[in-house]
């Protein structure tokens, strides 16, 4: 588990590796922002660890992460991440809480068409699970449509409704992933008018 902002016993800092490179930066930024995406499940996700090129650069604890977006008040380790890329607490606390306005019952319909696989298969090449067998886009979907059935959905309600231990998100293809997306406009349109918006 990383120690991102930690000292040792005398007090001095312990090694970790250099403030990432402005790219990484935003790679990180972009992640706690693909984030955004409360049900029990019986194996509630624990933790969250953020890669750069196999490497493991930071672990966020999703207790922490509830805690920080009912308080205000983030963990040292969160603390010493939003540092890193530079996004105030503010803007954290944000990307985290504010509930986006869905269709439940259409996203639910949508995510198991040819199209809403698709964009799911294609967010879970961003991440692992700790089975490295076990295809983690599903998971993902599972979550996101746990988390809409009251026809709003946050990233906390996300995380929460995850059901696996822990996930390793792979920063580094956050950015290529959303420009994928981006440029699949069509593809991506067509989805989310199947299962997002606003309900009439």
Do not use: C
Request: charged share 20%; aromatic share 6%; no cysteine.
């Amino acid at each position: 588990m990383s120690d991102v902002g930690a000292t040792d016993r005398l007090g001095n800092a312990k090694s970790h590796p250099p403030k990432p490179p402005r790219m990484l930066q935003r790679s990180l930024a972009l992640t706690l922002a693909t984030l955004t995406m409360t049900a029990a499940s019986a194996e509630a996700l624990e933790e969250v660890q953020l890669s750069y090129e196999g490497l493991q650069f930071a672990t966020l604890s999703v207790s922490d992460l509830a805690t920080f977006s009912e308080t205000g008040q983030p963990s040292q380790q969160l603390a010493a991440l939003l540092r890193v890329i530079e996004v105030d607490q503010a803007t954290a606390r944000r990307l985290l809480t504010t509930d986006v306005a869905v269709n439940g019952q259409l996203l639910a319909d949508a995510s198991h068409t040819f199209v809403g696989e698709s964009f799911f298969q294609l967010l879970g090449t961003t991440f692992n699970l700790p089975d490295p067998a076990t295809p983690g886009w599903a998971y993902l979907r599972d979550a996101v449509v746990t988390a809409a059935a009251d026809d709003q959905i946050n990233a906390l309600e996300v995380l929460q409704a995850f059901e696996a231990e822990s996930v390793a998100v792979e920063t580094e293809k956050i950015g290529q992933v959303i420009e994928k997306i981006q440029t699949d406009t069509a593809t991506l349109e067509a989805f989310f008018d199947s299962g997002f918006g606003a309900n009439e």
